[in-house]
């Protein structure tokens, strides 16, 4: 699938590349650590993989990473897993992510968002203040460095002060949205063990307010290792008993003070999906992060003390801490909490305006669900300001690529990204000095050495394989909570090809450089063995209008066949007839090739998602082949548990 001869959609102006960041870093890093001067992005990405500890050197030092104590080497030990990174040296996240306080105290540090959609500033000053205080409290409380430290929290500033606080003191963080279930934080929290819950009687979406008391209730039953609980009354009501106010504890007037931890101390732990079994419980490191995170940000996304960084985005999911990081490159973060779609389609086009946002992430599918809603961004709202427009979850499709250049603006930068919860970080996306082709990344992350292999092991371009780093990140897991052999961490991303991270999506790598993602290659389609993304199928369908979303899956049966369904979610008003059918196969016919299209069309009254709003392929194979529901799922992963009855009888019948 050679794309050589393809124009671009956009492309950099001279001036504009000439002022990236990147740009900037490359000249700077070819006189002080012998980087290619000349060669653009290409050269510098190959020396970043090549010269590995001198790449992350440089990083560290053009943005003036403060070691309180030094490293004796950058990478004492390259295995995967396992990489130790900047042996011997302490630092602390927090203190960076704050320093712009001390330069800018009265300019805004976050811009909080509700539903009312009226931005409220908290300046750097306000910040670093309210961390000092609640940091104090904190160790008060008896914190020390390596407790856990839960918020079950929204989108607010409330959570970004926890977080940082807990940073300070050399805690590990850990959240889950408000949205999600008992049993589903639970599934989570009781895994780390926190000593600290902080948590709020409710959330607003979509215009109405939930409360989430009683859930509360139910987490400090079931979490015994929780020693105080910490009342935010976002609903206004007052503290249940034994719980400490919020305004109480951010109330004092105090400097932050900031514990200097080990380069690979905990900072948070995140969650995988956990559509079977419990989530994998994902242990990043202070520096590991801080270092990825202000290259990705600093760099990728081109961020600076002028931008303005919002992306849509839940405290359940890695996206919010990747956000939250802005902070590290002096942005102002702004934080949405509430529907991505309340009250209209357009909802977080008049955020981006309102906010003045320079840099807007969203999901592939919002962008999909405005144009399918007819949403007109740039006629409705002053976006002068937005440079460019992030997506994830997701591949965009090329249609939303042509949507976003038609309708926000022709010269918008158009940045797909692809990484996961496990790095916390992009492993190809945004490059603001390389030009934009419609459907691709535009290439692999500095230092990132992304390759596509066969069953082999042998690197492939223009051909669809599987998604492997060859050399380790700093941000990759230092390991998993209670998986003390290590061995839960090997199995997911090393049981493959030894010493190298498999992720678990098939990929191309163009001859340019740019990448595709077609989807995961855990459900991938095969089909007389050959290898198909569920990504690609809906993409073509889902232009429909009839179509509201599909989910398509490879059932392997008893007897050698393979059977695979097409399951459609229509829009209202559809009717799956015989005239929709035969559209439905002549587009995916057309537009992909004839062994793409299903064996069957079937209509569902909707698609699963986990928590984070990923479709459940895995799972729904599993019941189609035979596995009863609570061995197919776990159920509190599931965004509507009862949309899975449907597949179940589904098999039962067929059986």
């Known amino acids: 699938m050679s794309t050589q001869n393809s124009a671009p959609l956009w492309q950099p102006t001279p001036q504009r590349a000439a002022e990236a960041r990147i740009t900037r870093f490359q000249a700077w890093a070819a006189e002080h650590h012998g980087a290619p001067a000349d060669g653009g992005y290409p050269a510098l990405h190959r020396w970043s993989v090549e010269e590995l500890e001198t790449f992350w050197k440089a990083v560290t030092e053009w943005f003036d990473v403060r070691f309180s104590t030094p490293y004796t080497r950058v990478l004492g030990d390259r295995s995967m897993p396992g990489a130790t990174w900047f042996p011997g040296a302490t630092l602390n996240y927090a203190e960076h992510a704050l320093r712009a306080a001390a330069e800018r105290p009265g300019e805004p540090a976050?811009?909080?968002?509700?539903?009312?959609?009226?931005p409220r500033p908290v300046t750097w000053a306000e910040l670093a203040r309210q961390v000092g205080s609640l940091a104090a409290e904190l160790r008060a409380l008896g914190v020390r460095p390596g407790d856990r430290i839960?918020?079950?929290?929204?989108n607010v500033p409330q959570a970004v002060v926890a977080l940082l606080a807990t940073a300070a003191v050399g805690g590990v963080w850990t959240s889950c949205a408000p949205d999600f279930g008992a049993r589903s934080v639970l599934d989570r929290f009781q895994q780390v063990e926190p000593v600290v819950l902080f948590a709020v009687d409710g959330y607003r979406y979509g215009g109405k307010d939930h409360d989430r008391r009683e859930t509360v209730a139910e987490l400090r039953r079931e979490l015994p290792t929780v020693r105080a609980v910490v009342h935010i009354p976002l609903l206004g009501t007052d503290a249940p008993g034994g719980a400490l106010e919020w305004s109480e504890l951010t109330s004092a007037d105090t400097a932050p003070v900031f514990e200097q931890v080990p380069f690979d101390h905990p900072l948070w732990v995140l969650y995988s999906s956990g559509t079977t079994g419990l989530p994998k419980a994902i242990v990043q490191s202070q520096g590991g992060i801080l270092v990825e995170h202000l290259k990705q940000l600093g760099l990728h996304c081109d961020l600076g003390p002028r931008d303005r960084f919002f992306w849509y985005t839940s405290t359940g999911w890695m996206m919010w801490n990747f956000l939250v990081s802005g902070l590290l490159t002096g942005t102002t973060v702004v934080l949405y909490d509430g529907s991505p779609g309340f009250p209209d389609?357009?909802?977080?086009?008049?955020?981006?305006?309102r906010t003045g946002a320079t840099f807007f992430g969203t999901s592939a599918a919002y962008v999909m669900a405005c144009r399918k809603a007819g949403v007109h961004p740039s006629r409705d709202h002053d976006l002068s300001r937005v440079g460019c427009v992030a997506t994830t979850g997701s591949p965009l499709p090329p249609d939303g690529f042509r949507w976003l250049h038609d309708e926000v603006r022709e010269d918008l930068w158009i940045a797909s990204v692809s990484g996961g919860t496990d790095v916390c970080s992009c492993f190809a996306g945004a490059v603001p000095t390389l030009p934009v082709h419609i459907g691709e990344l535009q290439a692999a992350g500095l230092g990132t050495d992304l390759q596509s292999w066969d069953p082999s092991g042998n690197p492939l371009i223009d051909e669809v394989g599987e998604l492997v780093v060859t050399n380790p990140m700093p941000s990759m897991p230092v390991r998993f909570w209670n998986d003390p052999d290590g061995s839960r961490y090997h199995d997911s991303y090393f049981?493959?090809?030894?010493?190298?991270?498999?992720?678990?999506?098939?990929?191309?790598i163009t001859s340019r450089g740019s990448v595709v993602i077609h989807g995961r290659s855990d459900s991938t389609l095969n089909r007389q063995g050959v290898r198909m993304g569920s990504a690609d199928i809906y993409e073509a369908v889902e232009r429909?209008?009839?179509?509201k979303e599909s989910l398509v899956i490879g059932v392997e049966l008893p007897d050698g066949g393979y059977w695979m369904p097409l399951f459609v979610h229509l829009t209202p008003g559809a009717d799956l007839d015989e005239a929709l059918v035969d559209k439905v196969r002549r587009t995916i016919r057309e537009q992909l090739s004839p062994r793409h299209v299903p064996d069957e069309i079937i209509e569902v009254p909707g698609i699963p998602h986990t928590l984070t709003g990923k479709r459940i392929e895995?799972?729904?194979?599993?019941?189609?082949?035979?596995?009863?529901?609570?061995k197919a799922v776990n159920p509190g992963s599931i965004d509507d548990i009862g949309l899975l009855a449907f597949y179940e009888e589904l098999a039962?019948?067929?059986?």
Do not use: M, N
């Open 618 to 630: 895995v799972p729904v194979k599993r019941l189609l082949q035979g596995a009863p529901i609570e």
């Open 150 to 154: 839960s918020g079950y929290l929204p």
């Open 652 to 655: 039962r019948k067929r059986a």
């Open 495 to 508: 049981s493959t090809y030894p010493g190298v991270w498999r992720h678990g999506d098939w990929i191309t």
């Open 345 to 353: 389609t357009g909802a977080q086009w008049r955020i981006a305006e």
């Open 110 to 118: 976050l811009l909080h968002v509700d539903e009312s959609q009226d």
């Open 544 to 547: 429909l209008p009839e179509i």
